[in-house]
């Protein structure tokens, strides 16, 4: 059902200013926590290493709802909820910035990672119907400028604002830019609705379950010496992925059809994606850590140590369809693979009397690579899908990018507290903590890279000049 202003052309010039504005918002709260983590530890009495979960909650609950937001848009329409996600990402940045106590900033996490996993599938939505396929890339593209400026903004932004102003600032200024999202989206957000409603709810229940208890696992065996609460933990969640699969091998419908799994390329991409972010999602948040906490630097010194990244980042969309057109998929996923293990190994190259500076050409081509990286695959992973697979598929890909990442997370930070309780290895020096966790995490991320041998050498031909 639409209204009468979706037809105007005030609503095709603003609705990509929502979208972008949106982006913004959710892409600056992803990277702005990296740089001010221990400034809030600090004035929360608790360890920089045990602050993981205001980050992993985040992540997790993107996750977990991403499923669920476009069945929501069609039961209730994409105007009401994307303002309802807009006013509970803003609740959310406040209830943050109010917070007493890790528990409570947690909390605080979750209600916003509630909202962002709405704000922008639904947004996308909207703007898919709103606009013809000849407009739509241009009116895309305009939308997902925040998405690449964000990581640039969000460390150096949290390092200037916790070392001049307060770390409680950091969740205040989205309260501004969520309500002009809401006034705007109020005037100008088209309301789609769909009669035809079929979702899986059982399976998404199950399948959240199942992401759930994985994460709960990783986190208690970070956090405890008891080795039983983590295997009954871990036990129960790979229970309910069993459960799953007996659901969706029975369902019509199912949340994610098994038979997705039948495409050796989403196989390939789905499990590459998962295995090689394991150590590369860690690093944004190990570096700037280990600047302030090691180094004794500030917060803004790590952000501008973090930045770059992004930068080459950027440079390299230019040049990812190039490279794939030259190599292929298989080729440039692997040595891409080894490049960022090569890399992530290099961290740990300067001791504590090098100049920090030293970082800075590593992370800026560490960056670079990231870039393809995840463009590949991401690309890859949809690339033999049949158009009937392609919503499913997509938003599986989706699930498990944020997955990997607030497992990569929590797996870095748990290497790290082993090293950091073996005195004897580290001499009593945390810097070499750091050192050691960097050589672990970047070796399995070259071993990850055989994963990508299960492609075939003509494997995404057909993608090659659809990649963006």
């Known amino acids: 059902m639409k209204v009468a202003v ?41 360890s920089p290493l045990n602050m993981q979960n205001a980050i992993i909650g985040y992540v997790l609950t993107l996750a977990l709802f991403m499923p669920v937001s476009g069945f929501l848009a069609d039961k209730f329409g994409t105007r009401k909820i994307f303002i309802f996600a807009l006013v509970l990402f803003s609740m959310g940045s406040l209830f943050c910035s109010m917070s007493g106590n890790l528990m409570e900033l947690v ?13 922008l599938p639904v947004g996308k939505l909207a703007l898919i119907k709103t606009f013809p396929k000849n407009e739509l890339l241009k009116a895309m593209n305009f939308a997902i400028i925040p998405a690449l400026i964000g990581p640039v903004l ?51 229940l199950i399948f959240a379950a199942a992401s759930l208890l994985l994460s709960i696992a990783l986190e208690l065996f970070g956090n405890t010496v008891h080795i039983t609460p983590v295997l009954s933990t871990f036990s129960l969640g790979f229970l309910m992925l069993y459960y799953y699969y007996r659901h969706a091998s029975k369902d019509d419908n199912p949340i994610f059809p098994l038979n997705l799994f039948k495409v050796r390329t989403f196989r390939v991409g789905i499990v590459g994606n998962l295995a090689t972010r394991l150590g590369i999602s860690s690093v944004p948040l190990l570096l700037p850590m280990m600047i302030q906490i090691a180094f004794g630097q500030s917060a803004v010194t790590s952000g501008w140590m973090v930045a770059p990244m992004a930068l080459t980042a ?45 970082y800075m050409p590593i992370i800026a081509l560490l960056g670079f690579f990231n870039s393809i990286q995840f463009t590949a695959m991401n690309s890859i992973s949809i690339a033999d899908l049949r158009m009937y697979h392609t919503s499913s598929g997509n938003s599986l890909v989706s699930v498990n990018q ?18 950091q309780g073996d005195v004897k290895l580290i001499h009593n020096e945390i810097h070499n903590a750091f050192r050691y966790t960097f050589l672990l995490i970047g070796g399995l991320t070259i071993l990850s890279g055989f994963v990508f041998r299960r492609l075939h050498f003509k494997d995404g031909e057909n993608m090659k000049s659809a990649v963006a």
């Open 402 to 419: 944020q997955l990997a990442i607030g497992f990569g997370i929590a797996f870095g930070l748990i290497v790290l507290k082993v090293f």
């Open 107 to 119: 909390i605080a996490r979750v209600i916003q990672g509630i909202g962002g996993s709405l704000l």
């Open 154 to 204: 969000g460390p150096l932004v949290g390092g200037y604002i916790v070392d001049y102003l307060s770390w409680h600032w950091i969740f205040l200024i989205n309260i501004p830019i969520g309500a002009l999202g809401i006034i705007l989206s109020i005037k100008f957000m088209p309301d789609y609705r769909s009669k035809i409603l079929d979702f899986d709810l059982k399976g998404f």
């Open 314 to 358: 950027m440079l390299a969309k230019s040049r990812v369809i190039k490279i794939l057109d030259r190599f292929g998929y298989r080729s440039t996923l692997m040595a891409n693979t080894f490049m960022i293990g090569v890399l992530i190994c290099c961290m740990a190259i300067p001791t504590i009397h090098t100049s920090i500076y030293w």
């Open 6 to 46: 979706e037809d105007s052309e005030l609503t095709k010039k603003l609705l990509p200013i929502i979208l972008a504005t949106a982006t913004f918002m959710q892409m600056l709260d992803s990277t702005v926590l990296n740089t001010s983590l221990p400034t809030i530890a600090k004035d929360l009495n608790e």
